[in-house]
């Protein structure tokens, strides 16, 4: 039988090639964006002809009641859910803590914070109902670790709460099998440098680096399909880093 898997923020970046490798891996797939709805059809139809079944569901993650729908259609849909990629997320533009407004805050907490609390809680909700395990992998960054200084601490500090809740949750979950992981990418060639207002981020960067290059989304699904594979059965409260060494 193949697994369910929820990829929120899958119409983009690393959601999109996570995606698309796990229907290649055998993954029936819940694909969740917010505006691209575009995005998230071509990935959708690229997973149907790998042989999965899809349900693109349209969600603001960073709004309880819209997190409740896309449950509800992931439900309706499925039945059930194996597996989680907790992706959706949000940067914004460079600026230091002393620019940073109360309403950027609650933008970037609500997103990356809260709505991937609440998105993991009713994932473990229905593992735990059906019994059987589950996999949680959660998209955290290097910028938990770096800081990220000068250019948005915000939402560093949002990414760090995500590894300290994979923590959490993982010693929560873990006596009914279900492992909860964060994945730390680096600066990955996505369009969320573009979308924070600096589209040539990743390359400008990339000195930075000590494999003195960009990692690519498709690298970093790679390290997600991992956790949510058999092959990490005993994988579980751990930070895996995607960085090329930085
Ligand atoms: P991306 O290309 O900008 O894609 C972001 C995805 O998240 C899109 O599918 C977008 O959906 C979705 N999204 C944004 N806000 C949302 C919301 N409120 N509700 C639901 N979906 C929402 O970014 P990416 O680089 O692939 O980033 C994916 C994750 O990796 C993020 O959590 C990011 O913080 C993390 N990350 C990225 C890098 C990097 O260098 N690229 C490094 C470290 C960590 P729509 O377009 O449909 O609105």
């Known amino acids: 039988m193949r697994k369910v898997l929820l990829v929120t923020g899958a119409s983009a970046g690393i959601g999109t090639a996570t995606a698309r490798l796990a229907a290649t891996r055998g993954y029936d797939l819940a694909l969740n964006y917010n505006s691209d709805r575009a995005g998230a059809e071509t990935v959708a139809r690229a997973a149907r002809d790998a042989g999965a079944r899809t349900l693109i569901c349209q969600a603001d993650v960073g709004d309880p009641e819209q997190i409740a729908r896309m449950y509800r259609e992931v439900d309706g849909a499925f039945g059930r859910l194996d597996a989680?990629?907790?992706?959706?997320?949000?940067?914004?533009?460079?600026a230091p803590v002393t620019d940073i407004t109360h309403e950027r805050l609650r933008r970037m907490f609500d997103i990356n914070v809260i709505g991937a609390i609440l998105v993991a809680k009713e994932a473990v909700l229905r593992m735990q109902a059906q019994g059987d395990g589950g996999a949680i992998v959660n998209i955290s960054s290097a910028a938990a670790r770096l800081g990220s200084g000068g250019q948005y601490v915000d939402y560093a500090a949002s990414k760090a709460a995500i590894d300290t809740f994979t923590k959490g949750l993982s010693d929560e979950v873990s006596r009914e099998n279900i492992r909860v992981n964060s994945v730390r990418p680096g600066l990955i060639e996505t369009d969320i440098h573009a979308k924070g207002g600096e589209p040539g981020r990743a390359e400008r960067l990339a000195h930075m680096v000590p494999m003195q290059r960009p990692g690519s989304a498709e690298e970093v699904a790679d390290a997600i399909l991992y956790l949510l594979s058999?092959?990490?059965?005993?994988?579980?409260?751990?930070?895996?880093?995607?960085?090329?060494?930085?």
């Open 84 to 94: 989680l990629v907790n992706n959706a997320g949000v940067v914004d533009r460079s």
């Open 230 to 246: 058999d092959a990490a059965s005993y994988v579980t409260g751990s930070i895996l880093e995607v960085t090329g060494g930085r």
